[in-house]
Every structure is written in structure tokens, then in C-alpha cells.
């Protein structure tokens, strides 16, 4: 699957930050770096959740920008500004039941519904727990302090995670407390 030009992401070369924006942005910024350095260890990961971002760095700078900006703007039949995707979901009959008796149908329901869950302060503290694990097991796994800042990540233990992890690198070490912050309440 395609990633969406817009998805918010963070590329590292090895343990620096290299770019930070939406991947549009960011991919001619890797294949700028990789053109500079072809042995450079790059690792582009989304902001929302940490997960690795494949993209096709093919071609020059110039056909990676022309190419994410292209695909910024081709937009499909339905509700494109929405990101509409459909999938399958799978209730019992009583669950449709209830959905269906809503009012604006199962969609609007079932959208109100995620809305809530994500806007749970304890949901937003589970992602964001996940999403700086994902980052800490890929940049700093093998870092001194990884296992006992990530016992404090789940601790909810700002001050230990903080101490874990001073000695890693200014960058990797910075990006982890931001997308750890709203485990302790401080949002992203």
C-alpha cells in the first residue's frame, strides 16, 4: 500500500534526526541524504504511531518530490478530504441492531464512538506508550538504559524514563520524550 503524502513522519540518519514534517517532505530529504551519503542508514518512521514509513526513493531528488506530490493530489471516487476508506466489520446482530437505531446510521455511530475512545485520556496514554516503545526498540534498543527506561515508560515513571535515558543521543533521547509526553500528561 501506498503511504499518504501528508502522513506526519520523523526520518533518522542512524541516531540523528534528518527531516521531520509530512513524508512529501521528508522522502526528497532521504533521497538528498542518501544521494550525499549511499551507505547512510536511514529510518523513516510516522509520527502517529512509530511504524516504519516504506517509500520508493527511485530517481533523482526532483522524481521523489514530483512523485509524493503527485500522489498528494490524485484522489479517488468518494470522500477523498475524509480519508473514507472502506472495510469490513464484523457484530453480532444485536450490535447492528443498536448501531442501526442510531441517529445518522451505524457510520455516524461507530465514528462517535472511536472519536470518544480516542479522545480517553487513558487511550492517548496507551498509544503514546506503544508509539515511544516501537521508536526507543528501533533506534535505542541496544542503547545503555533502554530496558530500565522502558520499565519506566510502563511504570509511568517520568523522572526514571528521563534518567534512563540521558546518555543516548541528544536526538534519539529528545524524540522519545516528546512521543512518551502524553503518558505523563503533557500531550505530544
Not at 522524481?63 to 457484530?91: H, S
Not at 496507551?126 to 508509539?131: K, L, W, Y
Amino acid at each position: 500500500m501506498t503511504p499518504d503524502p501528508a502522513t506526519p513522519c520523523t526520518a533518522f540518519d542512524g541516531m540523528r534526526k534528518l527531516a521531520a514534517g509530512s513524508l512529501a517532505q521528508v522522502a526528497p530529504a532521504v533521497r538528498a541524504r542518501l544521494d550525499a551519503a549511499p551507505n547512510a542508514a536511514v529510518l523513516i518512521l510516522a509520527d502517529d504511531d512509530a511504524r516504519r514509513v516504506e517509500v520508493d526513493l527511485r530517481g533523482t531528488v526532483a522524481d521523489v518530490a514530483a512523485r509524493y506530490a503527485v500522489a498528494a493530489e490524485a484522489r479517488g471516487p468518494g470522500r477523498p478530504k475524509l480519508g473514507v476508506v472502506p472495510r469490513e466489520v464484523t457484530l453480532l446482530p444485536r450490535h447492528w441492531a443498536w448501531l442501526s437505531a442510531q441517529p445518522g446510521g451505524a457510520s455516524v455511530a461507530l465514528r462517535k464512538l472511536v472519536e470518544a475512545a480516542r479522545r480517553d485520556p487513558r487511550e492517548q496514554a496507551r498509544s503514546a506508550r506503544d508509539r515511544a516503545y516501537r521508536f526507543m526498540t528501533a533506534l535505542a534498543g541496544d542503547a545503555a538504559g533502554f530496558e530500565a527506561a522502558t520499565r519506566a515508560l510502563y511504570a509511568d515513571d517520568e523522572a526514571g524514563f528521563t534518567e534512563h535515558t540521558t546518555g543516548w543521543p541528544t536526538d534519539v533521547r529528545d524524540h522519545a520524550l516528546v512521543l512518551a509526553s502524553p503518558v505523563w500528561g503533557q500531550g505530544a
